[in-house]
């Protein structure tokens, strides 16, 4: 029986994480990612044969814990599961601040063009399945239409979205007390 890896995917994710939090994804590169983790760049393409397959899988990974959180309640009654949608983007970002980030900079930030194509469809394959909950959530919120889907959108990601990168984008954490601010917002946007 072999040794476990010292060098283990995730580890070397958690410091890509951490460099992009710090560098923006430009920081990560596969030198970097080696050094920042102390493991030797072997290590690094034994896991992740290339930048882009690093890159694609930190966005993957990042945005799979985060999903994972959304869609455990995504499903609950309509107000309730709205509600909880938009507190889940602020509690998840106040306790993952590194994570955060990435996911504030986008899929294209990382690379998603050059991405493999597993990767480029395993991110399309999570979007979709994001896009039909909320777009479901709507319909059980009797907002149906382009205009009711858009406002619950507003509702529960673009405004935990936007309050998270007010404070991300300065370097500061985002206070807990935000969490009341957009749920009371995401109550009233949806209220009637």
Same mark, same amino acid.
């Given at each position: 029986?072999?040794?476990?890896?010292?060098?283990?995917?995730?580890?070397?994710?958690?410091?890509?994480?951490?460099?992009?939090?710090?560098?923006?994804?430009?920081?990560?590169?596969?030198?970097?990612?080696?050094?920042?983790?102390?493991?030797?760049?072997?290590?690094?393409?034994?896991?992740?044969?290339?930048?882009?397959? @690093?890159?694609?899988? $930190?966005?993957?990974?990042?945005?799979?814990?985060?999903?994972?959180? #959304?869609? /455990? %309640? =995504?499903?609950? !009654?309509?107000?309730?599961?709205?509600?909880?949608?938009?507190?889940?983007?602020?509690?998840?970002?106040?306790?993952?601040?590194?994570?955060?980030?990435?996911?504030?900079?986008?899929?294209?930030?990382?690379?998603?063009?050059?991405?493999?194509?597993?990767?480029?469809?395993?991110?399309?394959?999570?979007?979709?399945?994001?896009?039909?909950?909320?777009?479901? @959530?709507?319909?059980? $919120?009797?907002?149906?239409?382009?205009?009711?889907?858009?406002?619950? #959108?507003? /509702? %529960? =990601?673009?405004? !935990?979205?936007?309050?998270?990168?007010?404070?991300?984008?300065?370097?500061?954490?985002?206070?807990?007390?935000?969490?009341?601010?957009?749920?009371?917002?995401?109550?009233?946007?949806?209220?009637?």
């Amino acid at each position: 029986m072999g040794r476990p890896p010292r060098h283990d995917a995730d580890r070397l994710l958690d410091a890509a994480v951490s460099l992009a939090a710090e560098s923006g994804p430009r920081g990560v590169t596969m030198a970097a990612v080696a050094r920042a983790a102390g493991a030797p760049s072997g290590s690094v393409y034994h896991r992740f044969p290339d930048r882009a397959a @690093l890159l694609s899988a $930190l966005w993957l990974r990042t945005v799979t814990r985060f999903q994972d959180g #959304f869609f /455990a %309640v =995504v499903e609950a !009654p309509p107000l309730e599961a709205a509600v909880a949608t938009a507190r889940h983007v602020i509690e998840w970002c106040r306790e993952n601040p590194a994570e955060a980030k990435v996911l504030l900079a986008g899929p294209d930030a990382y690379g998603r063009a050059d991405w493999p194509d597993a990767a480029r469809e395993q991110l399309a394959k999570a979007n979709a399945q994001v896009d039909e909950a909320l777009t479901g @959530l709507a319909e059980r $919120l009797g907002r149906s239409g382009m205009a009711g889907r858009s406002r619950v #959108f507003l /509702a %529960v =990601v673009d405004l !935990p979205c936007a309050v998270v990168r007010r404070y991300l984008g300065r370097g500061e954490a985002v206070p807990a007390l935000e969490v009341g601010t957009v749920t009371d917002a995401v109550r009233d946007l949806l209220a009637g």
